[in-house]
């Protein structure tokens, strides 16, 4: 076995282990320490370094640094829309920096996706359930605000139930179903909007407010903004000038963890071979 394998084999392990830590951390803390996700990037990089002055062929490290970048941009979009936090950006490259620019990471990609939708949807389901009383109430509300929108979405449910049990056991064409799901996912969007502004944002007391936090309003005092909810996220400096000024409690939104459903999809890109489905 070349050293070049070898290596990949090692990363493969070093990644997993890594990304089931941060995994269970985000789960239980909702957040991944700083060394945990900052770590995982130099080490990639080594293992790619090693693999380009073992072989010669450059073309391994250059590969690996495009699909940081690629991987770093539509990081950055999740993380400038306030969908995830730093920590998952930080581990979203280092991935990238392991698949470099191939069919590999393109496939990862089609996994993450998968695994996001599955993953995010099933979530959202169990917020949905465990808060069903108040969750309908809202909805009710919701509802007679914006009766019109709504219904469109329920009649195109409905047409999309029916559509599926044709699909399956009458054989409707692909592009028919293809058409008529994408009601259905804006209908999921809508569900998934309401859970998020509803069910994921609470007032927490100062000293439970945390860096990296997504603090939702603006904090005032005596005419003077203390905070912008337009940040990315609350730094420690801002933390202490609202003790400072006495700030007793504030809003924080807080995100599904999203890192389990990047452990899932690379799990699914390397046990069922899913890099290499498309070719």
């Known amino acids: 076995m070349s050293l070049e394998i070898l290596s990949n084999y090692v990363l493969e392990i070093v990644i997993g282990i890594y990304l089931l830590i941060a995994t269970f951390t985000d789960l239980k803390t909702r957040e991944v320490p700083d060394w945990l996700s900052f770590s995982l990037i130099p080490i990639v990089l080594a293992g790619k370094i090693i693999q380009t002055l073992n072989s010669g062929d450059y073309s391994i490290l250059y590969n690996s640094l495009v ?3 690629i991987t770093a941009f539509f990081g950055a979009i ?24 191939s069919t590999s990471l393109l496939n990862y990609f089609i996994a993450f996706v998968l695994a996001g939708a599955i993953y995010g949807i099933g979530a959202n389901l169990a917020i949905m359930i465990n ?8 909805f009710i509300k919701d509802f007679n605000k914006n009766k019109k929108i709504i219904t469109f979405f329920v009649v195109f449910f409905l047409i999309i139930t029916f559509a599926l049990f044709y699909y399956l056991y009458i054989q409707v064409g692909n592009y028919l179903f293809t058409i008529l799901l994408v009601p259905f996912l804006l209908f999921i969007i809508y569900l998934t909007n309401i859970i998020s502004t509803k069910f994921m944002i609470k007032k927490i007391p100062l ?3 945390t860096e990296g936090d997504w603090v939702t ?8 903004k203390l905070y912008s909810a337009k940040q990315l996220y609350v730094r420690k400096e801002d933390i202490a000038l609202m003790k400072k000024n006495k700030v007793k409690s504030v809003l924080v939104k807080y995100g599904i963890p999203f890192v389990p459903a990047i452990f899932l999809a690379y799990l699914i890109a390397l046990f069922l071979d899913l890099r290499f489905m498309i070719f």
Do not use: E, M, P
């Open 67 to 69: 699909g940081g970048l």
């Open 78 to 101: 999740l993380f400038y829309t306030k969908q995830w936090g730093g920590a998952d950006l930080k581990i979203f490259v280092s991935l990238g920096l392991f698949f470099g620019l």
């Open 131 to 138: 808060n069903w009383k108040s969750f309908w109430k809202y």
């Open 207 to 209: 000293n439970k407010l």
């Open 217 to 224: 309003q603006d904090i005032v005092i005596k005419g003077k």
